[in-house]
Nanobody
């Protein structure tokens, strides 16, 4: 079992910045991915960014150049640095953990991000 605890989020004006954090505890192992998905109002949950167990980042096209996912070192919390935020970035951001090779997934409880003037 893996437990995810998220922090961050809130209300920010367009062009502003926010940082989300997610800490994982439990049976983490070495072969996994952690990242973020966003669920906009009335839409399905969609991939935002992830970092592999080896620290390699991957991004959705619509956040490339604006968001950065980071992790200090293995099994430490991950952070999503969101810059140049747009109203379309509004939604509930969910931390996601996926273990390999089983593919077993875990989700955080979600944190709200609202980009509005």
């Amino acid at each position: 079992q893996v437990h995810l605890v998220e922090a961050g989020g809130g209300l920010v004006q367009p062009g502003g910045s926010l940082r989300l954090s997610c800490a994982a505890s439990g049976r983490i192992g070495d072969n996994y991915r952690m990242g973020w998905y966003r669920q906009a109002p009335g839409k399905e949950r969609a991939f935002v960014a992830l970092v592999t167990g080896r620290g390699a980042p991957r991004y959705a096209d619509h956040v490339k150049g604006r968001f950065t996912i980071s992790r200090d070192n293995a099994q430490k919390p991950i952070h999503l640095h969101m810059n140049s935020l747009k109203p379309d970035d509004t939604g509930v951001y969910y931390c996601h953990f996926q273990r390999f090779p089983t593919g077993k997934s875990y989700w955080g409880q979600g944190t709200h991000v609202t980009v509005s003037s």
